[in-house]
């Protein structure tokens, strides 16, 4: 049974940063494009970045230039650097697998997620 275990949260000021890691088992982690959602107060859960098998990457507009996502196969891992926090991106953030269907879309691949890690930004 797949398992994300989400973690590196914490609270930043404006323009601070953190790293997020998300440790994966129960799947083939390497064959699968990885990717970080974020879920805030009230708001839908909604994508932040994806990592192909490829170790091609994509970013949400509202975070690029800002955060970096990557991958550790050996370790089953996926990161997320996050730099010049905003206090917008205050939420829990999640990892999962994902699908790609036709090239542009990005679907979670498994209805179990983790249980995120909390991330607050403010002065």
């Known amino acids: 049974q797949v398992q994300f275990v989400e973690s590196g949260g914490g609270w930043a000021q404006p323009g601070g940063s953190l790293k997020l890691s998300c440790t994966v088992s129960g799947i083939d982690f390497s064959r699968y494009p990885m990717g970080w959602y974020r879920q805030a107060p009230g708001k839908e859960r909604e994508l932040v970045a994806v990592i192909t098998s490829g170790m091609r990457i994509s970013y949400e507009d509202f975070v690029k230039g800002r955060f970096t996502i990557s991958r550790d196969n050996a370790k089953n891992m996926v990161l997320l650097q996050m730099n010049n926090l905003q206090p917008e991106d205050t939420a829990v953030y999640y990892c999962?697998?994902?699908?790609?269907?036709?090239?542009?879309?990005?679907?979670?691949?498994?209805?179990?997620w983790g249980q995120g890690t909390q991330v607050t930004v403010d002065s």
């Open positions: 999962n697998a994902i699908r790609i269907i036709d090239y542009t879309e990005y679907v979670p691949v498994y209805g179990s």
